[in-house]
């Protein structure tokens, strides 16, 4: 069972490259979401979705799309990156029973130059 | 939106209980505390939550005010590897049935040898 699982953990990109964060789960949670942290920050949420099929913007959506075609994976794309996504992204899944219990990946470190 | 405010840092000797503050004044009666924390630049980690009343774990203690304005979470025999930032989240509604959590700067703990 290995929960929560990002790849890469490190990716270096220049202005305008696009790259897909990935994001799979093997706990058949229905809710997937992506979040970003930015030094001495707390976390804010970029996108979640509650089902295949369902995303919604969280807090901080622009220059991100996502998508959810199966339940297990969540990418996040970024079209054309910018240096101000310079930061640690992270992917996290929960059962949709109520518990707010979120499980997170260890992150991805996202460097744009 | 409840907002919650925590001290930005906060020391423990090593095998004392940490006892980190947390205030929500404006918490709604049906909204819940969260505590998660954050170990270096891992992802969060789930540690407990709450409506009303205390509720224990095998991880730590979460005690609520009778008014709810306000939570302490208690680790009761703080250890090095309890060194991490601690977030207390209110749960909030963001429609269609989903909640989200909002992360922070939180408190971070230092464990003391």
């Known amino acids: 069972n290995a929960g929560v699982t990002q790849t890469p953990k490190f990716q270096v990109l220049k202005t305008g490259q696009s790259m897909t964060l990935q994001c799979a789960q093997d706990m058949n949670h229905e809710y997937m979401s992506w979040y970003r942290q930015d030094p001495g920050m707390g976390l804010r949420l970029i996108h979640y979705s509650v089902g295949a099929g369902i995303t919604d913007q969280g807090e901080v959506p622009n220059g991100y799309n996502v998508s959810r075609s199966t339940t297990e994976d969540f990418p996040l794309r970024l079209l054309s990156a910018a240096p101000s996504q310079t930061s640690v992204y992270f992917c996290a899944s929960r059962s949709t029973g109520g518990s707010e219990k979120l499980f997170f990946g260890s992150g991805t470190q996202l460097s744009v130059l | 939106d409840a907002k919650t405010t925590q001290p930005p840092s906060m020391d423990c000797a090593e095998g004392r209980a940490a006892n980190l503050p947390c205030n929500h004044s404006?918490?709604?009666?049906?909204?819940?505390v969260y505590w998660y924390r954050q170990i270096h630049s891992q992802g969060p980690q789930y540690i407990i939550h709450?409506?009303?009343n205390n509720e224990t774990n095998e991880m730590a203690s979460l005690i609520i005010t009778e008014d709810r304005k306000s939570s302490t979470l208690i680790l009761p025999h703080a250890t090095l590897r309890d060194t991490a930032v601690y977030y207390c989240i209110v749960r909030v509604y963001s429609g269609a049935g989903s909640y989200q959590l909002t992360f922070g700067k939180g408190t971070k703990l230092s464990v003391i040898p």
């Open positions: 709450g409506l009303k």
């Open positions: 404006t918490i709604s009666g049906n909204e819940y």
